[in-house]
């Protein structure tokens, strides 16, 4: 997927974020303080910085305006207004203030992602492809038919992958917020596209909790 | 006030002044008026003595009493006018001898007297003018005679008059000069007054750096000065209001801090277990953070709860040998330091201490933990108790990395870390320096740092009350 860059000097939650994304199908690259962050940068192509604004050696601020150019997520402790003003003022694609959730994260980061990455996006698993631009499905490169729901669906268990998601959750996602409907929805959905796309395998059920796609 | 005091020093000085000019015109004015009776009685006394006794030799020769009277009244008449005076005759009661007199008809009647020696003094009032008139019989034989006697005394009376109306305009005059100085004097003697209020007004707005200029040595700059002292008090108790304030609220947004990032990593490895885990290995790694973070935060927990309780109770001081609480301190540590290879020494020239034992023991353990993290692998620290201008010192060395002086004063101070980023590389909650500020107050004791960049720290443990 994308090469994110984690900039944080908390050594559990880089490691946190980095488990995370990595889970999601992104490459990570790791800094734990401003002077590496601006080494590591030089010598590497990364699509987004996910930067601590506290960090030993140079502030996430100074480090921002040395990488001038690179979509960056601020993530900090800090969360008085003034500094988020200050941080996305500087031209932050993001702020994100700890403590937050990974699936916040994630979404935050995909949104960024789909945001600035150029290429058109798709995804490929087993005889499977997904072409996001266009929103159409293939298996063994024939078409299959898709509802719109089951396509957003589809399309939210991709970008969270081997990640699981209750189903309260993926109604949020896929459908909208303020959908009343039933969370038997979600499984009926379910059904139909582990039949139609022939992922039985893929798509799991995690007892008590949901759904998971995995990779 | 000013106004008050302005308007009742002038019209207490109006009327002292204008009743003593008062005064001193009527005064002038009676005694005049009564030298001028005095004179009268006696020039009347003198014409009626002579106008019988000339009389009485017109009669001797020949002429009868009744033209007598009227040719001596016509010289007398004629001799007096020119000195002011007028004389009128009458016999009981009938005015004589007078027809040629114009004026004279504008006088009264003179009363009649009855016994001889009497003789009436009063006031009268002819033509506009004022007399003193004396009114008596001519002696013996001739007293059917009555020789009224007009003395003018307008003269006296208009100059009196004029006199007070110069004497009332200058009092004008100086009133308002008065009035002007008045007002000049008071502007000066209220100005502290009206500065003070300024500057009060000014504090009450928050501009706690007014001072009022002092001058001289009176009771106002006495108050002034007291006023002035009261100003900088205020400041100086607001200034370490702020400070206080301000400390409070780097500690609250610092255990925030402490507070959040243990949270966020064991929130998030919940989750990731919950949802991403797949194999055991995995499941171990997140809960070992899981395990870590909850200590710290269990570490910050009782370090508060320490810091409480001390600030609470009251310490039980004991004497305490050295060599005991030295023995103890190096027993706790030396595992640690023999697995960095840190050398520790330890001396003392005095043998007894003061002290809460089990207190000081973790005060001296938390400081030389604190300078092993300063200097790492193979470092040096000196424990020594010495006696510096008669008070017992403890004193910490290192020869670690140091730090600069703007860190030095908040290195005490709940959370505070040298480096910005907060990071716990070294370990810690960051309230071990603000646990053992707590222990040195709590023994009456100054615990104070020194330190150089790159060559090592001294923390001074000066007990100042023992």
């Known amino acids: ?215 | 006030m000013k106004s008050r005091t302005f308007l009742l020093t002038l019209t207490l000085f109006l009327l002292f002044f204008y009743s003593g000019i008062l005064l001193a015109s009527v005064v002038t004015l009676k005694s005049n008026l009564d030298s001028s009776k005095d004179r009268s009685l006696r020039e009347h006394y003198f014409i009626a003595s002579s106008y019988a006794k000339d009389l009485n030799a017109l009669e001797k020769r020949g002429e009868s009493a009744e033209s007598g009277v009227v040719s001596l009244y016509r010289s007398y008449f004629d001799f007096y006018s020119k000195q002011k005076v007028i004389l009128t005759i009458a016999k009981d009661g009938r005015s004589i001898a007078n027809d040629f007199m114009e004026e004279s008809h504008a006088f009264p009647l003179s009363p009649v007297i009855s016994k001889k020696a009497e003789r009436l003094v009063s006031m009268e009032k002819v033509e506009n003018k004022e007399y003193i008139s004396v009114a008596g019989n001519l002696p013996a034989p001739y007293d059917m005679y009555t020789l009224v006697y007009y003395y003018d005394v307008s003269a006296i009376i208009s100059a009196w008059s004029q006199m007070t109306v110069t004497l009332f305009g200058m009092g004008m005059l100086f009133s308002a000069l008065l009035a002007i100085c008045l007002m000049l004097v008071l502007n000066r003697v209220f100005k502290p007054l009206q500065q003070i209020r300024t500057a009060s007004k000014n504090i009450a707005q928050g501009q706690y750096g007014n001072r009022i200029e002092v001058k001289g040595h009176d009771e106002l700059a006495e108050m002034a000065e007291s006023f002035n002292h009261m100003a900088e008090e205020i400041q100086s108790q607001i200034q370490q209001l702020a400070t206080a304030a301000q400390q409070k609220q780097q500690f609250v947004d610092n255990l925030a801090h402490e507070l959040r990032t243990p949270l966020t990593a064991i929130y998030g490895y919940a989750e990731y277990i919950q949802k991403v885990v797949r194999t055991e290995e995995d499941k171990l790694f997140a809960t070992n953070f899981i395990m870590s973070e909850s200590r710290r935060l269990q570490n910050i927990a009782y370090r508060l709860l320490d810091m409480a309780t001390l600030r609470e109770n009251k310490l039980e001081l004991s004497s305490v040998g050295m060599d005991e609480l030295l023995r103890e301190v190096e027993q706790s540590l030396s595992m640690k330091a023999a697995e960095q290879n840190i050398s520790i020494t330890y001396e003392y020239c005095f043998d007894r201490l003061e002290c809460d034992a089990d207190l000081l023991h973790s005060l001296l353990v938390n400081l030389i933990d604190n300078a092993m993290k300063a200097c790492g692998q193979d470092g040096v620290i000196r424990v020594v108790a010495s006696l510096e201008n008669g008070y017992k010192v403890i004193s910490v060395q290192d020869n670690g990395r140091g730090m600069g002086e703007d860190h030095l004063a908040h290195i005490t101070e709940a959370f505070y870390r040298v480096d910005a980023s907060r990071s716990r590389s070294g370990g810690g909650a960051g309230l071990g320096l603000a646990l053992c500020q707590q222990i040195a107050v709590n023994h009456g004791a100054q615990l104070s740092f020194s330190s150089e960049v790159g060559r090592g720290t001294t923390a001074k443990l000066t007990f100042t009350s023992c």
């Open chain 1, 1 to 215: 997927m994308a090469t994110i860059f984690i900039v944080e000097d908390e050594i559990p939650i880089h490691e946190l974020i980095r488990r995370n994304l990595q889970a999601v199908g992104h490459t990570c690259l790791s800094a734990f303080d401003g002077k590496e962050a601006i080494q590591i940068q030089a010598q590497k192509e990364v699509d987004l910085i996910l930067l601590d604004i506290m960090l030993p050696e140079l502030d996430g601020f100074e480090v921002f305006q040395q990488l001038r150019g690179t979509p960056t997520i601020f993530l900090t402790a800090r969360s008085s207004l003034s500094d988020k003003v200050k941080g996305l003022t500087l031209g932050a694609d993001d702020y994100l203030v700890k403590p937050f959730e990974m699936l916040e994260l994630l979404a935050r980061v995909d949104a960024v992602l789909r945001r600035t990455k150029r290429e058109g996006k798709s995804f490929e698993l087993d005889a499977l492809r997904i072409d996001f631009e266009r929103r159409q499905v293939f298996l063994h490169e024939c078409p299959v038919e898709c509802t719109p729901k089951e396509f957003d669906l589809l399309e939210v268990l991709v970008t969270n992958r081997n990640i699981a998601l209750s189903r309260e959750k993926l109604i949020e996602l896929a459908w909208d917020f303020d959908y009343a409907g039933d969370t038997r929805t979600v499984d009926v959905h379910i059904q139909k596209l582990r039949k139609k796309l022939d992922m039985e395998n893929r798509i799991k059920t995690v007892y008590k909790m949901g759904y998971r796609l995995e990779v």
